[in-house]
Each structure stands twice: as structure tokens, then as C-alpha cells.
């Protein structure tokens, strides 16, 4: 069973970059596609980019032009860019396939835009 660890958070001033790192437990080739989510304070998980092994991307519209989710297969690793970071993207991130696999949840990483 697959397991993710999220490493990369931290507290940014807004306008600031953060590249947040996704580690599985175990290949993830077989997961077509690999997907960042974030849960803010009093609201639902989200999606905000998701990532076919082909190489297609899909982006939320509040992260569009901002965020930019990869993957590195051969490392087991999904990576997501952040640019340009506004107080609303203030949240935990994670990271897991889509559709999820509810066991495969990690702790998250917590990023903080606020100055």
C-alpha cells in the first residue's frame, strides 16, 4: 500500500516562492494520475493541480499561471512550484493519486503566505 510524505512548506511573504516535494513509498508508475490538494482552516480539501504520467496537467483557476505540478518517476517524487503566493493559498498541502486513495494520506505540509 502506497504511502506519500509531503516535505517543503513554510511561512512566505506574500509574492514569495515555495516548491513543495511529495515522496511515495513505493513506484509510482502505475498511478496515472498524481495530484497536490490543499485544506485551509474551516474548509473542504481541494484539488489544485493534478498530472498524468503522459504529462498532462490540470490546474485549478486560483492556481492557474501560478502553480506548476511535476513528477519524477524514477524517484518515486511529485513536486509542486509555487509562485506568486497570496494569503488565500495559505493552507495544508498534500499529495495522492486521482481519484484518492483515502489510506494513502499523509500528514501534509503546511504553507503560510502572510507577511
Known amino acids: 500500500q502506497v504511502q506519500f510524505v509531503e516535505s517543503g512548506g513554510g511561512l512566505v511573504q506574500p509574492g514569495g516562492s515555495l516548491r513543495l516535494s511529495c515522496a511515495a513509498s513505493?513506484?509510482?508508475?502505475?498511478?496515472?494520475?498524481m495530484g497536490w490538494y490543499r485544506q485551509a482552516p474551516g474548509k473542504e480539501r481541494e484539488v489544485v493541480a493534478r498530472?498524468?504520467?503522459?504529462?498532462?496537467?490540470i490546474y485549478a483557476d486560483s492556481v492557474k499561471g501560478r502553480f506548476t505540478i511535476s513528477r519524477d518517476n524514477a524517484q518515486n517524487t511529485v513536486y509542486l512550484q509555487m509562485n506568486s503566493l497570496k494569503p488565500e493559498d495559505t493552507a495544508v498541502y498534500y499529495c495522492?493519486?486521482?481519484?484518492?486513495?483515502?489510506?494513502?494520506w499523509g500528514q501534509g505540509t503546511q504553507v503560510t503566505a502572510s507577511s
Open positions: 498530472m498524468t504520467i503522459g504529462g498532462t496537467t
Open positions: 495522492n493519486s486521482w481519484p484518492i486513495n483515502r489510506s494513502a
Open positions: 513505493k513506484s509510482i508508475f502505475s498511478i496515472n494520475t
